[in-house]
């Protein structure tokens, strides 16, 4: 039966962890995988979750099946958290919001949803963007594209190329876009960029779906949803998908979510029962533990409050490893200005690091980043940073 099943290529990034981790030399530095680790280098169990989960195990809840579209306590704190608790949009029982298997499974269903809608949509990613985006959804049937957005002269968007190319798009035509803290490059549109791209989209009559995996990695939970907001004041139909991975430490207990935003009450019924019948087919419903825990600390002001808190510890640690790594290099003598890694926001840099120079710094230092040069920041702490800023000052 499987005899003529070929060898499939590694995954980029978690290739790389399976390197690292059969890598025995003891000075190693994963930077290539988008995790946030501590400043001891580990994943941290954040306090907010802990408390909450000791109170989930302390009650000792049965583990029926969920609802197919997930807990609804859950889904709530997601449409919460995307447009806040005032939102007319919640209120007029526009948004339909389905827990999801991380924020990839999120991405997954809403491309298998699209994919019956329009068969022959194509979908366009940023290029460059995150590499799964372009996989899930070709694993959903659909033709990808990508449209202008890095300008790697100026480490910034190229908004005017971007723009350009959205106008140009046939009408019904899916655009992923990132919500905030671009993956891979750390540069995201200003407001105003945002406000272009919605009259973009309603000019031309395209299916906005703003991936969210870092909401509150940039400045915070409600200023990170400055593109979720213009596109919920247009009146648009839109799709979202939310990631809890990084913001709630919670990698592996896949919470994520996809929320659609529809035209009435009554289309999102409608849209729901089908939604329901992909998820159905696909997983049958999600599993209980990631979303209890979310919607407990989402629900109480408390575990709210303190989750916030440990966001913005994690926010303000990455920062800091930003500036020291700029720092260190400059006192290292290198010449290339590395300011721009402060500009940047999320976990990422697009350091400019060339794919020969990323072989160097594994081969010859043990450090890991992605061959087209992205490190993830939150990889870095007070132990490792010297010995890195040392690596990138030989290898440059
Ligand atoms: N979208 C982007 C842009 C991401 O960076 C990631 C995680 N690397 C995801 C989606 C997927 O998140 P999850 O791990 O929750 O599936």
Not at 85 to 97: I, P
Not at 328 to 354: C, N
Request: hydrophobic share 45%.
């Amino acid at each position: 039966i499987f005899s003529a099943v070929e060898m499939a290529p590694r995954d980029p990034i978690l290739g790389l962890n399976e390197s690292f981790n059969a890598d025995t030399r003891d000075f190693k530095v994963n930077l290539g995988v988008g995790v946030y680790f501590n400043d001891e280098g580990k994943i941290p169990l954040l306090a907010a979750v802990k408390s909450a989960e000791q109170v989930r195990l302390a009650a000792q809840p049965p583990r029926g099946y969920q609802a197919i579209e997930g807990n609804p306590a859950y889904n709530t704190g997601v449409q919460n958290l995307l447009f806040g608790t005032e939102s007319e949009l919640t209120a007029a029982g526009r948004v339909v919001t389905a827990q999801a298997l991380g924020g990839t499974g999120a991405l997954r269903i809403g491309g298998d949803f699209l994919q019956r809608l329009n068969p022959n949509a194509t979908v366009y990613i940023s290029n460059p963007s995150w590499e799964n985006h372009r996989a899930i959804f070709e694993a959903a049937g659909f033709k990808v594209g990508d449209y202008p957005y890095y300008d790697a002269a100026t480490r910034g968007v190229d908004f005017a190329a971007m723009k350009a190319f959205l106008l140009g798009l046939e009408a019904g035509s899916i655009i992923i876009l990132h919500a905030c803290c671009h993956n891979p490059t750390g540069a995201d549109l200003s407001d105003a960029q945002w406000a272009e791209v919605v009259e973009a989209c309603r000019e031309r009559g395209l299916v906005p779906f703003l991936d969210m995996a870092y909401q509150g990695f940039a400045e915070g939970i409600s200023e990170d949803s400055v593109a979720v907001n213009a596109f919920a004041a247009s009146g648009l139909q839109f799709l979202i998908s939310s990631s809890f991975s990084k913001s709630f430490s919670l990698y592996g207990e896949r919470v994520g979510a996809l929320s659609i935003i529809t035209s009435s009450k009554e289309e999102s019924g409608r849209v729901l029962s089908q939604l329901k019948r992909v998820i159905r087919t696909n997983y049958s419903n999600p599993p209980i533990h990631g979303g209890a825990v979310v919607a407990a600390v989402l629900a109480s002001p408390e575990l709210r409050a303190m989750w916030e808190e440990e966001l913005g510890g994690m926010r303000v640690r990455i920062r800091s490893m930003r500036s020291g790594l700029v720092e260190k290099l400059a006192a290292r003598g290198v010449a290339q200005d590395f300011s721009f890694v402060t500009q940047q926001r999320g976990m990422f840099s697009y350091t400019g690091l060339t794919a020969d120079q990323v072989e160097v710094l594994r081969a010859e230092h043990g450090i890991y980043a992605v061959s087209t040069g992205r490190i993830c920041l939150a990889a870095l702490n007070n132990k490792n940073i010297d010995y890195v800023a040392d690596a990138i000052a030989k290898v440059l």
